[in-house]
C-alpha cells in the first residue's frame, strides 16, 4: 500500500513538472509574440508618421505649380480674348478643370495628413454642438438638396471639437451627395448598449454594395465618376482618421438602394 502511494506521487511529480515546463514554454512563446507584436506596432507608427510627413510636404510643394498652371490659364483667355479659338477655349477649360480637381485632391491630402498629425484637445465636448457647426458649414447643399435632418438625443464625449465637428460633417455631407434623385433623409444616430455609445449618421440613399464596405474608407478611392459626385475621394478617410485617432472604430451598414448607416464608436466617451 506505502509502495503504491509513492509509486502515485512520483508520477504526479512528474506530471506536474511536466505542465509546468509546457507552461514555461508556452509563456515564452507569448512573451516572444507579445515583443514581435510591439516591434510590429512600432514600425507601423513610425511608417504612418513618415507617410503622413511625406503627405504633407508633398501637398504644399505640388500647389506652387498647380497655382501657375491655373494663372497661366487664365492669362492665357484674357490675353487672347475674342481671339481665342473655339477649339483651344475648349482645350483650357478642361485643363482648368483637371486642375481644380487635382486642387481638391492635394486639399485632401493636406487635410489627411493634418487629422493625423494634429495635437488632440480632448474635453467635455456635448456632441450636439458638433453637429450643429457642421450642419452650418453645409447649409447651402442642404437647403439646395431641400434635405431632411434628424437626430436622436446626443450625449457629452470627451474628445477634441474640432476633429469630432469635421467628423459629422463628413458624413452628413456624403450622405448628402448619394441621397439619389429623391430629397435626402438623413438621421443622427446614438444607441446606448452594453459597450457604450454607439453613434451613426443614416441616408436613404443609393446604398454601397457588402464588398465596397472596406474599399470607401480607402484615400482616393470612389465608386462614383467625378461627372455624377463631384469631391476628392479623401472625406471618408479622414473620418476614419479621426475616429482612430480617438480610440473608436468606424463601420458601416448598407442596403444597395435603400440605406446606408455609417456608425462609430468614441474611446472613452
Given amino acids: 500500500m506505502f509502495a503504491t502511494d509513492v509509486t502515485d506521487y512520483v508520477h504526479h511529480r512528474e506530471l506536474l513538472q511536466e505542465m509546468n515546463q509546457r507552461l514555461s514554454r508556452h509563456k515564452a512563446e507569448v512573451e516572444r509574440a ?5 516591434h510590429s ?3 507601423l507608427r513610425r511608417a504612418y508618421g513618415e507617410l503622413d510627413e511625406f503627405a504633407a510636404i508633398a501637398g504644399h510643394d505640388l500647389k506652387a505649380p498647380l497655382r501657375e498652371i491655373t494663372s497661366f490659364v487664365t492669362l492665357l483667355e484674357q490675353d487672347l480674348g475674342d481671339r481665342l479659338p473655339r477649339r483651344v477655349a475648349e482645350d483650357l477649360r478642361l485643363v482648368h478643370e483637371s486642375a481644380q480637381r487635382m486642387r481638391a485632391l492635394i486639399d485632401g491630402l493636406l487635410s489627411l495628413s493634418r487629422t493625423g498629425r494634429s495635437e488632440i484637445e480632448r474635453e ?9 457647426s457642421a450642419v452650418r458649414s453645409l447649409a447651402v447643399p442642404i437647403r439646395e438638396s431641400m434635405a431632411t435632418i434628424e437626430r436622436d438625443e446626443l450625449p457629452t464625449v470627451l474628445g477634441d471639437r474640432t476633429l469630432l465637428t469635421e467628423l459629422f460633417q463628413n458624413l452628413v455631407d456624403n450622405a448628402l451627395k448619394f441621397s439619389g434623385t429623391e430629397a435626402p433623409r438623413i438621421r443622427i444616430t446614438a444607441d446606448l448598449g452594453d459597450e457604450g455609445w454607439v453613434f451613426g449618421v443614416r441616408d436613404e440613399g443609393v ?5 465596397n464596405f472596406e474599399r470607401v474608407f480607402s484615400p482616393f478611392q470612389r465608386l462614383h465618376g467625378q461627372s455624377e459626385v463631384p469631391g476628392s475621394g479623401m472625406g471618408l478617410a479622414i473620418c476614419r482618421k479621426v475616429v482612430e485617432r480617438h480610440g473608436g472604430r468606424l463601420w458601416l451598414e448598407s442596403v444597395p438602394s435603400e440605406w ?5 464608436t468614441v474611446g472613452g466617451e
Fill in 34 to 38: 507579445y515583443a514581435e507584436l510591439e
Fill in 41 to 43: 506596432n512600432l514600425e
Fill in 124 to 132: 467635455e465636448l456635448p456632441l450636439d454642438e458638433c453637429v450643429d
Fill in 207 to 211: 446604398g454601397i454594395a457588402s464588398e
Fill in 260 to 264: 446606408t448607416h455609417f456608425k462609430f
